[in-house]
């Protein structure tokens, strides 16, 4: 048994996961599992670099984590930062203030690494179950960028393009400044279009069609299956391995292109870093289900993290 601790720092969340890992059982004992939202890919796409209260944000959320990775006593840390890092030109601003806070170096990868890290995340623990048929397809719809994973046991195709929440609700649905509350037809139809060319780049090198079980990961994707399950607050127990019909995620990604600002809010079960971004995630999700003809999703919370966890114990 391995004590091992792996942060994913991403767009919109940092994540940190404290955990046992037994790699001759497969299993992965959480001792610790939290999520910051820190917007750390505020306006990269703009101006191509981190401003700097995002990284002041990140950074005390490194600092919070480093108590929490001492007082669990992990024997290693691995760092892993994803598409905000990867595209700034202040990048290594970022990478000195993690080692100077956590004494490890980010490692800023590379799309095909991320997308690597989701796929044993997801589905190492599916394995065997009767009722999911293979190959998977895993999405992983982050705030700058979603992966697409298509395998069985091991990956066979991978490619990461530059369509996530944030990434979206920025170029997309923001005017003056603010996001647009409700977003008009033709940003939605603007949103949708760079989706679906998205969609296309990712299906030149993943088989979309070929999978037979959808796997959707991270926050866009809980939060439409909390929803969904109009749970009286966010219950990891009840989101991991849900599943959520195409029509339903239809219905609710039309209800969040149509609300505004407080009716999102009111959602009880869905996090106050989401708020803005949610409709642009679920968006992306129902694009995939319609492209890929998947007519349900199964929605995981192991995803990247653990992923990372795997590789280092």
């Known amino acids: 048994m391995t004590r091992v601790a792996a942060v994913d720092c ?33 306006g990269v796409d703009r101006t191509g670099r981190l401003a700097p209260e ?15 990775v001492k007082a669990h006593g992990a024997e290693r840390l691995r760092f892993v930062a994803t598409s905000a890092s990867r595209d700034a030109e202040n990048r290594d601003d970022f990478v000195r203030g993690v080692l100077d806070i956590l004494g490890v170096e980010p490692e800023v990868i590379s799309g095909d690494q991320e997308a690597e890290f989701s796929f044993t995340g997801a589905t190492k623990e599916l394995t065997g179950r009767a009722d999911l048929d293979k190959p998977y397809l895993v999405v992983d719809i982050g705030g700058g960028s979603t992966e697409f994973v298509v395998g069985e046991d091991h990956v066979r195709a991978a490619r990461s393009v530059d369509v996530g929440c944030v990434r979206m609700t920025e170029r997309h649905l923001v005017r003056d400044g603010a996001v647009t509350d ?9 949103m949708r279009a760079d989706i679906e ?15 037979r079980t959808l796997v959707g990961l991270a926050g866009s994707v809980t939060t439409v299956s909390a929803i969904a399950q109009e749970l ?22 039309d209800w969040l292109l149509a609300s505004t600002h407080a009716e999102r809010a009111a959602v ?18 129902l694009a995939i289900m319609e492209r890929t003809g998947a007519e349900e999703v199964v929605v995981s919370e192991h995803d990247i993290l653990d992923g990372i966890a795997w590789s280092i114990a």
């Open 10 to 42: 991403g767009t919109n969340s940092i994540r940190l996961l404290v955990a046992d890992a037994d790699p001759a059982t497969g299993e992965l004992t959480d001792l610790d599992r939290r999520m910051t939202i820190v917007r750390l890919g505020q």
């Open 54 to 68: 995002a990284l002041e944000r990140t950074f005390a959320a490194c600092r919070e984590y480093a108590e929490v």
């Open 182 to 190: 409700p977003p008009t037809a033709e940003q939605v139809a603007a």
């Open 197 to 211: 060319a998205a969609l296309d780049l990712a299906g030149r090198t993943v088989p979309l069609g070929e999978a």
């Open 232 to 253: 009286p607050e966010y219950d990891s127990a009840a989101i991991h391995h849900s599943r959520v019909s195409r029509d339903r995620v239809r219905e609710i990604t």
């Open 268 to 285: 009880v079960s869905m996090h106050p870093g989401r708020v803005d971004v949610i409709a642009a995630g679920s968006l992306v999700l």
